[in-house]
C-alpha cells in the first residue's frame, strides 16, 4: 500500500465520526422541526429514527475497516471511545432537545427547575459520574474489543491512546461529587412572614 493511499485510509475514520455527528445534529434538528414546527409528525419520527442509526453505521464501518486489512490508527479508538459517550449520552440529548422544542412550538410549559441541596444534590451528582462511568466502561470495552479484534495489542496498540484522556477526565470528574457529598449545600431559609409582609 502506498503512503497516500494509507493516508487516505488512516483519515477516513475521522472524517466518518465527524460526518456522524453533524449528521446527528441534521437529524435531530431536523427530525424535531418536522414534529413541532411543521406539523410533519411522521417525517419527524422517520428523522428521528435515523439519530440511533448514525452509531450503527460508525460502529460497523469502524469493524470492517480493521477487518479488510486497514493498520490500526488512534482514530479507529476515537470512534470506540465517541460510540461509548453517545450511546449513554445521546438519548439524554434528544429528550432535552425534544423537551426544548415542545415547549418552543408545542406551547408545553417549563418544569419547574428543582433546587438541589442536600441529599438531592448528593444523589444527583453521583448520578452524573456514574453515567460517565457506564460511558467509560462502553468505550473502554470497545477499544479492547477492536484490540482483539486486530490480533493483539502489537497491533492493537494504536487503539489505546484514548484510555489516557478518558480515564483523566473519569478520575477529574469525580471530583465533583466528593466535594458535594462533603458540602452538599443547604436550601435556602424561608422568608419570614415579617419579611413577606413588607415590613
Same mark, same amino acid.
Given at each position: 500500500m502506498t503512503v497516500e493511499r494509507f493516508r487516505a485510509r488512516?483519515?477516513?475514520?475521522?472524517?466518518?465520526?465527524?460526518?456522524?455527528?453533524?449528521?446527528?445534529?441534521?437529524?435531530l434538528v431536523g427530525g424535531l422541526a418536522a414534529r413541532y414546527a411543521a406539523g410533519l409528525r411522521t417525517l419527524g419520527g422517520a428523522l428521528l429514527l435515523c439519530v440511533p442509526l448514525i452509531d450503527v453505521v460508525l460502529l460497523a464501518a469502524t469493524v470492517l475497516s480493521v477487518?479488510? *486489512? $486497514?493498520?490500526?490508527? !488512534? +482514530?479507529?479508538?476515537?470512534?470506540?471511545?465517541?460510540?461509548?459517550?453517545?450511546v449513554v449520552y445521546g438519548h439524554r440529548t434528544?429528550?432535552?432537545?425534544?423537551?426544548k422544542f415542545a415547549r418552543r412550538y408545542g406551547g408545553s410549559a417549563a418544569p419547574p427547575r428543582p433546587g438541589l441541596y442536600g441529599r438531592a444534590a448528593v444523589a444527583d451528582a453521583w448520578r452524573s459520574w456514574f453515567r460517565f462511568l457506564l460511558a467509560y466502561?462502553?468505550?473502554?470495552g470497545m477499544i479492547?474489543?477492536?484490540?482483539?479484534?486486530?490480533?493483539?495489542?502489537?497491533? *492493537? $496498540?494504536?487503539?489505546? !491512546? +484514548?484510555?489516557?484522556?478518558?480515564?483523566k477526565v473519569l478520575v477529574y470528574s469525580l471530583i465533583w461529587p466528593v466535594v458535594t457529598t462533603i458540602w452538599p449545600?443547604?436550601?435556602?431559609?424561608?422568608?419570614?412572614?415579617e419579611a413577606a409582609g413588607g415590613g
Open positions: 488512516e483519515s477516513a475514520i475521522l472524517y466518518l465520526i465527524l460526518v456522524c455527528d453533524v449528521l446527528f445534529w441534521v437529524f477487518r479488510d *486489512g $486497514a493498520e490500526p490508527t !488512534v +482514530w479507529h479508538g476515537l470512534s470506540a471511545a465517541y460510540l461509548g459517550i453517545t434528544v429528550r432535552w432537545a425534544d423537551a466502561a462502553i468505550s473502554v479492547y474489543g477492536l484490540v482483539v479484534l486486530v490480533g493483539g495489542l502489537d497491533r *492493537g $496498540a494504536p487503539l489505546l !491512546v +484514548w484510555l489516557n484522556p478518558l480515564t449545600g443547604k436550601a435556602p431559609e424561608p422568608a419570614s412572614d
